[in-house]
């Protein structure tokens, strides 16, 4: 498995503890949407995987969450500054697309959201023509990001939709509660593949009501944080 180093080129907050960080590789790779690069933390010593949001040239994107109860990884990756070389492992994973013209369904809480930003995107972009639809868990509309990118998503392409659910919302224009909530049996019809990701309890119910909807293990991905 190939050893890169990659340079934090720009760092910004998409909300108080969620930063957009992109880095250049020292050499280009191939990558498959939906895989993640592991970077090895020279001050904790600890090796945190972190998925990809896209890639352009040798230019990675990704969206990181600053875990203040964690045990220091995600702080460490965050709290660097600008120009720091860092290096990484990867890309890995086996979190891709099937590359089956089904109707496909991502849903995911907090960044969960990144490796399905790379997915959909990704297939919009090969003006694939089945729907695909994102459902979004957060708590509070202070915790989301990258709405308008979904929104300029869905504009201009008529297969692709969004809907947002936050649990900790009272006034809110967005769908509340549960990611969960939106799996009624009628929804569930609709599609033939289901990529969840994101907190581990929350991607192990999802998957526990798809199978009693009789949703075939095959058609259902996964990839917990
Ligand atoms: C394949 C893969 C891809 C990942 N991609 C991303 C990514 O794109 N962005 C990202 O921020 N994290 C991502 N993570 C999580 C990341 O690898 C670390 O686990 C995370 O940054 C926490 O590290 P820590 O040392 O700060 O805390 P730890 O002590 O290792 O973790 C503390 C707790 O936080 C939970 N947790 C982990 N990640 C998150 C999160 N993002 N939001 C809320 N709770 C979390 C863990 O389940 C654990 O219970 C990914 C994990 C995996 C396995």
Known sequence: MAINHFTLQEKKYLTQDVFELVYEAENDFEIFPG??????????WF??????????????????????????????????????????VG???????????????????GTGI???????????????RKSLKIVLGNRTQKDLYYIEEFQNLKNQFSNFDF????????????QKWYVWDFLVQENIQKFEEFY???NPNMVD???????????????IFREKY
């Not at 809907?163 to 967005?174: K, P």
Request: glycine share 6%; proline share 3%.
């Open 35 to 44: 895989q993640f690069i592991t970077f090895l933390l020279p001050k904790t």
């Open 47 to 88: 090796a945190r995987a972190y998925s990809v949001l896209y890639k352009d040239a040798k230019k990675i994107y990704c969206i990181i969450k600053r875990l203040e109860n964690g045990r220091g990884g995600s702080k460490e990756i965050c709290d660097y500054e600008e120009g720091v070389v860092l290096r990484g």
């Open 205 to 219: 119910e999802v998957e526990s009501k798809l199978i009693q909807n009789s949703v075939s293990q095959e058609n």
């Open 196 to 198: 969840i990701c994101g």
């Open 163 to 174: 809907e947002v659910f936050l649990s900790r919302e009272e006034a809110s224009s967005f």
């Open 91 to 109: 890309p890995t994973g086996h979190f891709i697309d099937s590359k089956k013209e089904n109707n496909k369904l991502y849903i995911a809480t």
């Open 114 to 128: 990144v490796p399905l930003y790379f997915l959909v995107r990704d297939l919009l972009s090969k003006w694939f």
